[in-house]
């Protein structure tokens, strides 16, 4: 069972991003891919909510279940899965629309999909509970350039 101070630790972290997201996306719409093992998955939902208690609606859903998107690796080969978090205006182009990558780590070897390096790591290897160990710049306070 996971101690409160874990579930508090985990709480703000998810608030931290949030924030972050929310004050780099202004008037524009989002598109979050969250890579994460099957056992953290609670967490793009979780993530969901704090984005949607700053006033951001948005949904998630699986990578690929969109007509025309590439879909993520099944979530059956690795133990990983990549989960979409959208909301906001979308367009035709990616013109107005925040794209971050988030990657969530719960053990040392986890080996997600080639890709680009996430905008932001949220790592569960520490038992007191997550920490963030990356956030872009281009989602540090003060900073709206998207």
């Known amino acids: 069972m996971t101690d ?3 579930i508090a630790r985990e709480r703000a972290a998810l608030a931290t991003i949030a924030d972050a997201i ?16 099957t056992s953290r998955l609670a967490v793009v939902d979780h993530l969901a909510q704090a984005l949607h208690a700053r006033g951001r609606v948005c949904r998630c859903r699986a990578a ?4 025309g998107e590439a879909a993520g690796p099944p979530l059956d080969r690795g133990q990983h899965g990549i989960v979409v978090i959208t ?7 990616d013109r107005g629309v925040l794209r971050v990558d988030v990657r969530v780590t719960a053990a040392a070897q986890d080996g997600f ?5 996430p905008d932001i790591v949220l790592d569960y290897q520490d038992p007191d ?14 900073n709206r350039s998207g």
């Open 4 to 6: 409160l101070s874990a």
């Open 22 to 37: 929310v004050a780099a996306s202004v008037d524009k719409g989002l598109r979050i891919e969250v890579a994460c093992p």
């Open 64 to 67: 690929g279940s969109e007509p």
């Open 87 to 93: 909301g906001g205006p979308a367009s035709d182009t």
């Open 113 to 117: 999909p080639a890709g680009g390096d």
């Open 129 to 142: 509970g997550p920490m963030i160990r990356y956030l872009a710049p281009h989602l540090s306070a003060g």
